[in-house]
């Protein structure tokens, strides 16, 4: 069984309060439990940190096992050197997942430290964004 993570950065556990105009009205633990029925043979984890280094610590630990990781780093995107250089450390592939199109935003959020070290970037599809990732694991 394939074995993919799921990881959320900072704010991301509003999703469904947070700017719904924005990033839509669901939870992402109910749409985790969607995921999941989608993906029945995969071996599908969640981890959301609002901490930089939490976030580069579950790289570390996943980044030499997993056989993809889908991440939407949220804020630290436009800011964290720390992340990027965590996901060019390890061998699992990365899939960078914006829910909201962010080169359509805020000029400070169309520079994205992380895109340049993922396989490739899924931005403006809402949660879709997150099952399109794990089917390019898949397939
Ligand atoms: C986001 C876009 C980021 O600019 C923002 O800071 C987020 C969410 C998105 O999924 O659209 O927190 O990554």
Do not use: C
């Not at 993570?5 to 633990?29: K, T």
């Not at 580069?56 to 993809?68: L, N, P, R, T, W």
């Not at 169309?110 to 340049?116: G, I, P």
């Amino acid at each position: 069984m394939k074995k993919i993570a799921i990881l959320n950065g900072p704010n991301l556990n509003l999703l469904g309060v947070r700017e719904p105009g924005i990033y839509g009205s669901q939870s992402f633990e109910e749409y985790f439990e969607v995921l999941k029925k989608i993906f029945p043979n995969i071996e599908l984890t969640y981890f959301q940190s609002n901490i930089e280094g939490e976030l580069v610590s579950k790289i570390q630990e996943i980044g030499f096992d997993y056989d993809g990781i889908v991440m939407n780093p949220a804020a630290y995107t436009h800011t964290s050197v720390a992340i990027r250089d965590a996901i060019s450390a390890v061998k699992t592939p990365v899939v960078e997942v914006h829910i909201s199109n962010i080169s359509k935003r805020e000029a400070f959020r169309h520079h994205s430290y992380v895109s340049a070290v993922a396989v490739g970037t899924i931005a403006g599809l809402g949660m879709k964004g997150y099952e399109l990732a794990i089917r390019y694991f898949v397939d």
